[in-house]
């Protein structure tokens, strides 16, 4: 476990790193080449973006060092529950930075009416989650990092 751990630190590095160079070389941009109009507009966007890309980075690495955590769990109809919830994360961020680089506002406004079904899903895990906790107390801990990750994966959505 330790060796993925690693892994994962590594790879919240390198998102933080990446969101220093990117910011770095947008500053650059502006300051050397002076850009107008949509040029200017589509550099000030990178700019709003890339915090929100390096905080859904920190909640990527949040999840992955509680998948660790759970490796050999075996509350398996609550895995089912969250890697739904993951991949239609998975697909709206796809759909997002589709939508930004194509300049596709049909598929952008997609994707902030998915954040509303995200967000629903969320309140019906975290109910389903909740009354288990209650019937099964024992499994409080496991329950609750599954909780936490539905969490950081709805916090992940309402990034876009």
Do not use: C
Request: no cysteine.
């Amino acid at each position: 476990m330790s060796n993925w751990l690693n892994v994962s630190t590594r790879a919240i590095t390198s998102v933080n790193a990446l969101e220093v160079a990117i910011d770095e070389e947008s500053t650059r941009i502006l300051a050397i080449r002076q850009p107008t109009a949509r040029d200017l507009r589509l550099v000030m966007a990178v700019i709003k973006t890339i915090p929100d890309l390096e905080r859904i980075g920190d909640q990527a690495g949040r999840i992955a060092h509680i998948a660790l955590q759970m490796l050999g769990e075996t509350q398996a109809k609550h895995f089912v529950a969250i890697s739904h919830l993951g991949n239609h994360v998975r697909q709206m961020l796809h759909d997002a930075l589709d939508a930004f680089a194509r300049i596709d506002v049909e598929t952008a406004l997609q994707v902030i009416h998915e954040d509303l079904k995200v967000d629903q899903e969320y309140d019906k895990m975290s109910r389903q989650l909740l009354t288990y906790m209650m019937e099964e107390p024992r499994t409080i801990p496991i329950v609750l990092n599954i909780m936490w990750s539905a969490r950081a994966l709805e916090r992940i959505a309402a990034h876009y």
